[in-house]
């Protein structure tokens, strides 16, 4: 059965510093979400693409993240610089072109000291 | 907007007893409805998830949820709990299958 990837599955880092998470949805899901779930919470979502383009990034701090997906299958979410509050589960999610669910890779760990 | 309340962020029952999670919703137009699990530093599984139809929803692992649109609540129940079922619950909420609302997650835990 087909699985989103991702990648690292744990990063500790140090506040200031650049981290940057991948992702690769299900082969042929059109749609890619971003969320962060911080400990003891239900995921949030950061962004949203449609193929390459961005549909929802209302919710992600352009200020020090970003997030691409230039060919429109695999995807990279940035941080920089990562401060402490940034310490998360950082979960991609796929779904495909016609309505269904949202299939969700392991998450990538993310501590920041 | 959409949103969900799950009440009630521990529950514990005992191995054979009854499991229910509780998962109240709010929406404007009529709601797809998900419950997802959640196993420590891993991602979420889909249990079961309502869209149309018929309300009385069964899932993986024997679960299976009832939508009820009087009551806006979609709870999650089990039969029997098993040792395995420990984990995160998460019920979702999505107004148009795309942009997806998550509840604060109810931890279960199962003893013995």
């Known amino acids: 059965e087909a699985e989103v990837a991702q990648s690292p599955r744990y990063k500790i880092t140090e506040k200031s510093q650049a981290v940057a998470f991948w992702c690769d949805p299900i082969s042929g899901h059109a749609t890619l979400y971003w969320y962060r779930q911080i400990l003891g919470q239900g995921p949030e979502l950061l962004v949203q693409?449609?193929?390459?383009?961005?549909?929802?990034d209302s919710q992600l701090p352009k200020d020090r993240f970003s997030a691409e997906r230039l060919k429109g299958v695999d995807s990279t979410l940035k941080i920089q610089p990562a401060e402490l509050g940034d310490s998360a589960m950082y979960l991609c999610?796929?779904?495909?072109?016609?309505?269904?669910?949202?299939?969700f890779g392991p998450g990538t760990r993310l501590t920041v000291l | 907007a959409q949103s969900v309340t799950q009440l009630g962020s521990h529950v514990s029952v005992s191995e054979g007893a009854l499991v229910l999670l509780r998962c109240n919703y709010s929406?404007?137009?009529?709601?797809?409805l998900f419950w997802y699990v959640q196993y420590p530093n891993q991602g979420l599984q889909l249990l079961l998830k309502y869209t149309t139809g018929a309300t009385l929803v069964k899932g993986i692992n024997g679960f299976e949820a009832e939508f009820k649109k009087s009551e806006t609540s979609f709870h999650l129940t089990k039969p029997s709990a098993h040792m395995s079922d420990a984990a995160e619950y998460f019920c979702?909420?999505?107004?148009?299958?795309?942009?997806?609302?998550f509840g604060a997650g109810t931890r279960l835990t199962v003893k013995p």
């Open positions: 979702a909420v999505s107004e148009n299958n795309n942009d997806m609302r």
């Open positions: 693409f449609q193929d390459e383009s961005v549909v929802d």
């Open positions: 929406s404007s137009v009529p709601p797809y």
């Open positions: 999610a796929s779904r495909p072109a016609t309505p269904d669910t949202q299939y």
